[in-house]
């Protein structure tokens, strides 16, 4: 028996099982098209815009007909409590092939496809063979599995800064500087973690990524009011990262609020020496002794870290002093200060619950 595909490849029919937990299907595409997409798939919308997706995907080629599917086998929740039902079946490989068929966006729609069915009692096990397929470690689509994560915790960005998913290197700082934050003390953050025996660094690496997403989800949440990136914003990477940052004590903060808005839009005057002048003059590059722009390393974030939260500070307690000079001694060391003073540690949070009890 075989399976016709209107371009005219013949599909054997193919055994059961092809191993432990996995097993080779051919599926009708209108059951395949009610699967779900994996959790943490990236923005297949966006993905389908780019030129190399489109010239690769608008022809429907043999290779294009395989596909990986995973099975839930028990019942699971994942990291944002939603929970699945055994027999739950994800789109683990061709989730933009899909979008591409489902809108007709090919020359070619097919009517069966060759499945990789792979089975596991948990997402946790699911994951990794989708990250076996999704398994770049280029920078440049980091930001592509940050909009995966963002759909795992139901998060739907309109800020420029933001929905890209360019948020990686700034969430990954602010991370290491921030007490109880998903790897912090640590020298490197997400480019430094070591994968357990049963996962791979990419695996342990994009993981660790949604833990601190998830640890900063309500920051994130916060300033993706003000509709970060639009026209006129002078806020780059390093500074969202010291907002961000800032936002875990001064959330809500009118003053705060005004300044991330007026930020946004460039709404200050750089010859009044204010804080926000201050910050808005390092951000565009027109002080160039605080770090050099575009260059996303370690001793750029390690200096806006200082410097930003040195100025926020500033702000927040005197939006309108002029005239300001800058920090006597410079502004090394003062990040951490400014952590240690108002954002406290687990254990000193905990004293303070005893004390005031």
Known sequence: ????????????????????????????????????????????????????????????????????????????????????????????????????????????????????????????????????????????????????????????????????????????????WCPGAPLYGTNKGIWGIEPTENDTRTTAKRWAMAEQFKFWREEWEYLDTFKIGSAGSVIDQPLLMALLIASKVYADKKVFDQLIFKLNCKDYNASEKKPISYIGEAATGARNDVYTKDAANYETYKKAYNYYLYWIQRHVENPDQTGCAGRRGGYDGYGQEWVAKYIPTWDDGIMEHIEEN
């Open 1 to 176: 028996m075989t399976v016709k595909i209107p371009t005219g490849v013949v599909i054997p029919r193919l055994p059961d099982t092809a191993g432990e937990n996995i097993s080779v299907e051919v599926i009708d595409f209108n059951e395949y098209i009610t699967y779900l997409e994996w959790i943490t798939q990236r923005n297949t919308k966006q993905r389908a815009k780019k030129v190399s997706v489109r010239s690769n995907l608008e022809i429907l080629r043999p290779p294009h007909l395989i596909v990986a599917i995973g099975e839930l086998t028990a019942n699971d929740e994942d990291e944002n409590g939603n929970e699945y039902k055994a027999g739950t079946r994800f789109i683990i490989d061709s989730n933009t092939r899909r979008y591409f068929w489902e809108h007709g966006l090919t020359d070619v729609i097919p009517k069966s496809l060759i499945a990789n069915v792979y089975k596991a009692s948990t997402l946790v096990e699911l994951r990794k063979y989708y990250y076996a397929y999704d398994n770049p470690d280029a920078v440049e689509q980091a930001g592509e599995v940050m909009t995966g994560i963002y759909g795992l915790f139901d998060f739907k960005p309109k800020s420029n800064k933001i929905l890209g998913g360019s948020i990686v290197t700034g969430q990954n700082y602010a991370s290491m």
